[in-house]
């Protein structure tokens, strides 16, 4: 998990309330990603961020919003968190470089929404 | 065609036998195949990967079979050890754009020792 930070790795929050995740990297990378692991399902992307201030939705966007100000932070965010939020939240950062593909994971973030 | 469907869900592989894992995509704009290991409580990581140009690619004891005609590529970990105990996602991506990269939805390998 060198070189990405994930913060909280474990919050318990209930129905209803704001959260926000943080991540963090010190690569410099041009890409950053937030998906979500639950069984069943894999890993879904929930919005990307290929630039400062430049973002777009995943495949699983509801109910989430994302901010990117600095290029080494990238912000999720729980408007109002719901039982079914309840995951395991993963940053991803990627170079960007043609060829350089490899995506590389923070340690997750653990949410649970009572 | 976006989807990358993975299997078995789960398996159960002796020491020293050989574990493999299968997957299957759709859409032929697919140029890159990466395999991730994940340990519980940990995030994925790359284990080893593939571009289409090749049939086949070892490191160590890991290997990934392509089958372009099929869509198809497969791990095959050989003389598979307790220490691999772990969920493996099979994953595809376009080296263009955004990169983005579809996960199948895992494999959940026991070794018993």
């Known amino acids: 998990d060198a070189g990405i930070t994930q913060s909280p790795r474990h919050k318990v929050t209930e129905t209803g309330t704001p959260v926000t995740l943080r991540c963090h990297q010190t690569e410099n990378h041009r890409y950053m990603y937030w998906y979500r692991q639950d069984p069943g399902h894999g890993l879904r992307l929930i919005h990307y961020?290929?630039?400062?201030?430049?973002?777009d939705k995943g495949e699983v966007s509801d109910g989430y919003s994302v901010s990117r100000s600095k290029t080494e932070d990238f912000l999720l965010t729980l408007e109002s968190a719901t039982s079914s939020q309840t995951s395991v939240y993963f940053c991803?950062?990627?170079?960007?470089?043609?060829?350089?593909?490899?995506?590389?994971f923070g340690a997750g973030s653990r949410l649970t929404v009572l | 065609q976006q989807q990358v469907k993975q299997s078995p869900q789960s398996l159960i592989v002796q020491k020293g036998g050989i574990s493999i894992i299968n997957c299957a995509y759709e859409n032929t704009a697919f140029d890159y195949f990466p395999w991730y290991q994940q340990f519980p409580g940990k995030g994925p990581a790359l284990l080893i990967a593939i571009r289409p140009d090749v049939s086949e690619k070892k490191e160590g004891r890991f290997t990934i079979s392509f089958n372009k005609s099929a869509k198809q590529f497969s791990l095959h970990i050989m003389d598979s050890q307790p220490g691999d105990s772990a969920t493996y996602f099979c994953?595809?991506?376009?080296?263009?754009?955004?990169?983005?990269?579809?996960f199948g939805t895992g494999t959940r390998l026991k070794v018993l020792a």
């Open positions: 994953a595809a991506s376009v080296s263009s754009g955004t990169y983005k990269y579809i």
């Open positions: 961020s290929y630039g400062v201030k430049d973002t």
């Open positions: 991803a950062i990627q170079p960007g470089d043609s060829g350089a593909n490899v995506l590389t």
